[in-house]
T-cell receptor, first 113, second 114 residues
Framework: GESVGLHLPTLSVQEGDNSIINCAYSNSASDYFIWYKQESGKGPQFIIDIRSNMDKRQGQRVTVLLNKTVKHLSLQIAATQPGDSAVYFCAEKEYNQGGKLIFGQGTELSVKP | DSGVTQTPKHLITATGQRVTLRCSPRSGDLSVYWYQQSLDQGLQFLIQYYNGEERAKGNILERFSAQQFPDLHSELNLSSLELGDSALYFC?????????????FGEGSRLTVL
């Protein structure tokens, strides 16, 4: 069946460094991918998304890379700040399957000052 | 603030009981999704409604049911509660219809079953 997984359950970085969070997916029919940030006690918040016809998309301090050949997704955060500390989830959506997102397990990012 | 409202924020109840969680989607959003997040777990998709009709079903137990009303708010009913049902339950809504991308999540309802 379809699944989305994360390579690293925890990631600790120094403030100011760049962070890279990785994600593997198995459903080749997925056409949309999204990263969410979840802070303690809050609901997931949108960070950035990418469609399957792209391989890179940039936002403010964040970049998402998509490699469909190896079914790999990554989130890069530049100049990581203490406020970036949270759990990050990748999710995928299969085309024409009603819009539901299938989430991975999550990676906890800890930023040391 | 995502614009999605969930009530109650916290709920403590006993095994065997029944609870109802409520969700108001963002204004204009027709799709509502319910997710369960247990300790150390990711977000597990339960069920989706679009404009009052069930659109997709995930790993939702038979003891759980949901519906979306004409005013587009949704309720998730959990019955014969077990200890393992303790979790955060999130509601999300999406713009226009089910083929769009981003889901907007509420703050969740934390259910504790004792």
């Amino acid at each position: 069946g379809e699944s989305v997984g994360l390579h690293l359950p925890t990631l600790s970085v120094q403030e100011g460094d760049n962070s890279i969070i990785n994600c593997a997916y198995s459903n080749s029919a997925s056409d949309y991918f999204i990263w969410y940030k979840q802070e303690s006690g809050k609901g997931p918040q949108f960070i950035i998304d990418i469609r399957s016809n792209m391989d890179k998309r940039q936002g403010q301090r964040v970049t998402v890379l998509l490699n469909k050949t190896v079914k790999h997704l990554s989130l890069q955060i530049a100049a990581t700040q203490p406020g970036d500390s949270a759990v990050y989830f990748c999710a995928e959506k299969e085309y024409n399957q009603g819009g539901k997102l299938i989430f991975g397990q999550g990676t906890e990012l800890s930023v040391k000052p | 603030d995502s614009g999605v409202t969930q009530t109650p924020k916290h709920l403590i109840t006993a095994t065997g009981q029944r609870v109802t969680l409520r969700c108001s989607p963002r204004s204009g959003d027709l799709s509502v999704y319910w997710y369960q997040q247990s300790l150390d777990q990711g977000l597990q998709f339960l069920i989706q409604y679009y404009n009052g009709e069930e659109r997709a079903k995930g790993n939702i137990l038979e003891r759980f049911s949901a519906q979306q009303f004409p005013d587009l708010h949704s309720e998730l009913n959990l019955s014969s509660l077990e200890l393992g049902d303790s979790a955060l339950y999130f509601c999300a809504s999406s713009v226009r219809g089910p083929r769009t991308g981003e889901l907007f999540f509420g703050e969740g309802s934390r259910l504790t079953v004792l």
